[in-house]
């Protein structure tokens, strides 16, 4: 009998019937993330950089195949979990957070994770949801409440003011609108 908690960390799924080894590491996932809101992809772009980021062997998986080779990737990404049954909104960008994400990971691990050679995707995901009280924290709670059109207390409100910078969402350009941004000055 199979219980969850004697799994392994997975490195290979099954896509059509076959097994396909995956990259498992942190730092691949964090790729496909970056892909994934890449402005200068459309979104079948996106699918097949997050394919080829995620699967070593992808040229050997038939094309029929990609739609559920893409839903698999993104089971594993979500932590192997069920999506969430309603739209939440967005309060992290791991590209844009990395550096506060990853002091409150390193202390919570006991070490500089990204000085690791290797550290599965569920490991450094895990670690994440254990983060408590910090910077990135603050960072969160008041993109929550904003989202959320909630009202930010007084102190709230006055972090927000002088770390606007860290909470606010970086708007991503393509090439095309950053040469045009240039050429006016900007």
């Excluded at 402005?39 to 998986?61: C, N, Q, W």
């Excluded at 967005?90 to 002091?103: R, T």
Aim: net charge negative.
């Amino acid at each position: 009998m199979s219980s969850p908690w004697n799994e392994l960390l997975p490195t290979r799924v099954e896509v059509g019937g076959a097994e396909y080894e995956i990259r498992s590491d942190y730092r691949a996932v964090l790729d496909i993330c970056a892909a994934l809101s890449d402005p200068e992809l459309d979104g079948r772009e996106r699918s097949i950089v997050a394919l080829t980021i995620f699967y070593p062997a992808i040229a050997d998986m038939p094309p029929e195949h990609y739609q559920e080779a893409v839903e698999r990737c993104m089971r594993f990404v979500s932590g192997g979990g069920e999506d969430a049954p309603h739209k939440v909104p967005k309060l992290v960008d791991w590209e844009q957070d990395f550096q506060h994400i990853v002091a409150p990971i390193n202390r919570l691990l006991g070490q500089e994770v990204r000085a690791v050679e290797y550290m599965h995707w569920w490991t450094f995901l895990a670690a994440f949801y254990e983060v408590g009280d910090c910077t990135f924290a603050q960072i969160v709670r008041v993109r929550d409440r904003l989202a959320r059109g909630k009202p930010l207390d007084r102190q709230d409100r006055e972090w927000y003011r002088n770390n606007r910078h860290l909470v606010d969402f970086k708007r991503k350009y393509t090439s095309a609108e950053d040469e045009m941004a240039k050429s006016w000055g900007f």
